[in-house]
């Protein structure tokens, strides 16, 4: 079994910036894609951005030009930089990442931004 523990969330004003880490129990696990998904109150979980193994990146089109994904691999962790950050980004924020033919997730880290 694999554990993704996540971090970094928090209360920021309209703007600002925050950064996730999730981190996975086991860093001798190969996951092939790594990613962050988010669910606002009364909303569906979407996708915001994931990296694959080789680098690839794909970002939802609500954040591209402000969040910033980024993943090492070999140490089985992903952060988001999130930036110019709004208070539609408000959402709890849960780490996803997929190997073996499982996919795995966090917790998840409360993001509020208010304006």
């Known amino acids: 079994q694999v554990a993704l523990v996540e971090s970094g969330g928090g209360l920021v004003q309209a703007g600002g910036s925050l950064r996730l880490s999730c981190a996975a129990s086991r860093s001798a696990f190969m996951f092939n894609v790594m990613g962050w998904y988010r669910q606002a109150p009364g909303k569906q979980r979407e996708l915001v951005a994931i990296?694959?193994?080789?680098?690839?990146?794909n970002y939802a089109d609500s954040v591209k030009g402000r969040f910033t994904i980024s993943g090492d691999f070999v140490k089985n962790t992903v952060y988001l930089q999130m930036n110019s950050l709004k208070p539609e980004d408000t959402a709890v924020y849960y780490c996803?990442?997929?190997?073996?033919?499982?996919?795995?997730w966090g917790q998840g880290t409360q993001v509020t931004v208010s304006s």
């Open positions: 990296i694959t193994r080789i680098g690839s990146t």
């Open positions: 996803n990442a997929y190997g073996g033919g499982l996919g795995y």
